[in-house]
C-alpha cells in the first residue's frame, strides 16, 4: 500500500536530548512538509522540502533540523534548544500537479519529561 | 499574508442534526486553493476537499456540502444528519498557487466538532 510512515506513535524523552521523527513516504511525492500540533493552536509549519537535498524553513523552526537525502524521506530532529518540544507532529508529501493535495501520515506524539 | 480563520472552537449537536462549520481566510493571491480535513481521535489527517479560487460552484458529497463564496471569503461546510462518527476535529486551510505545485498550506486552529447520540 502507498502511503505516509511516521514511527513511533508515541516517543518520550529526557529534557535536553536530541529526539529524531522518522517520515518514509512510498507515493512518490516531491515535496514534504512537517507540522506542529498543540491543543488549539492548529498546524503550523516547522520545515518543508519541495525536493531531494533542498528545504525551507516553515513558520516554527528554531529548534528543529530536517534533512531530505533521499526523495521518500524526510527524518525531523527536535534538539534541546527546542523550549517547548511536547506536541504531536505530522509529517505531509504532495506531489507537483495542478491538483495536487497534501496526505498525512499517522503522526506521532512527543513528550518530554 | 495568508490566514484562516476558524471561529467556532467547539460544537455539540446531537445524533441527526445538521450543523455548519465556518471558515473565513485572507489572501492577496488571485489563484489560491481551499481544503477541510477531518482529524479523528486517531490523529491523521483525513482529506475531504479542494476547492480553487475560480470554481465557486457548491458542492455535495453525500451527507457532506461545502459553500465558497468569494465575495465574504468564506467556505462554510455543511454536515447534514450528523452522526456520532462525525465527531472529530475539522481543519480549514488555504495554499497559493506557485507554477506547478502548491504553495504551502495554511491552516485555521480547527473546530472540534462533537455529535451525542
Known amino acids: 500500500d502507498g502511503g505516509i510512515t511516521q514511527s513511533p506513535k508515541y516517543l518520550f524523552r529526557k529534557e535536553g536530548q536530541n529526539v529524531t521523527l522518522s517520515c518514509e513516504q512510498n507515493l512518490n511525492h516531491d515535496a514534504m512538509y512537517w507540522y506542529r500540533q498543540d491543543p488549539g493552536q492548529g498546524l503550523r509549519l516547522i520545515y518543508y522540502?519541495?525536493?531531494?537535498?533542498?528545504?525551507q524553513k516553515g513558520d516554527i523552526a528554531e529548534g528543529y533540523s530536517v534533512s531530505r537525502e533521499k526523495k521518500e524521506s524526510f527524518p525531523l530532529t527536535v534538539t534541546s534548544a527546542q523550549k517547548n518540544p511536547t506536541a504531536f507532529y505530522l509529517c505531509?508529501?504532495?506531489?507537483?500537479?495542478?491538483?495536487?493535495?497534501?496526505?498525512f501520515g499517522p503522526g506521532t506524539r512527543l513528550t518530554v519529561l | 499574508a495568508q490566514k484562516v480563520t476558524q471561529a467556532q472552537t467547539e460544537i455539540s449537536v446531537v445524533e441527526k442534526e445538521d450543523v455548519t462549520l465556518d471558515c473565513v481566510y485572507e489572501t492577496r493571491d488571485t489563484t489560491y486553493y481551499l481544503f477541510w480535513y477531518k482529524q479523528p481521535p486517531s490523529g491523521e489527517l483525513v482529506f475531504l476537499i479542494r476547492r480553487n479560487s475560480f470554481d465557486e460552484q457548491n458542492e455535495i458529497s453525500g451527507r457532506y456540502s461545502w459553500n465558497f463564496q468569494k465575495s465574504t471569503s468564506s467556505f462554510n461546510f455543511t454536515i447534514t444528519a450528523s452522526q456520532v462518527v462525525d465527531s472529530a476535529v475539522y481543519f480549514c486551510?488555504?495554499?497559493?498557487?506557485?507554477?506547478?505545485?502548491?504553495?504551502?498550506?495554511?491552516f485555521g486552529r480547527g473546530t472540534q466538532l462533537t455529535v451525542w447520540p
Open positions: 486551510a488555504l495554499s497559493g498557487y506557485r507554477g506547478s505545485t502548491l504553495g504551502r498550506l495554511y
Open positions: 505531509a508529501s504532495e506531489t507537483a500537479g495542478a491538483y495536487n493535495e497534501q496526505f
Open positions: 522540502s519541495q525536493i531531494v537535498n533542498d528545504f
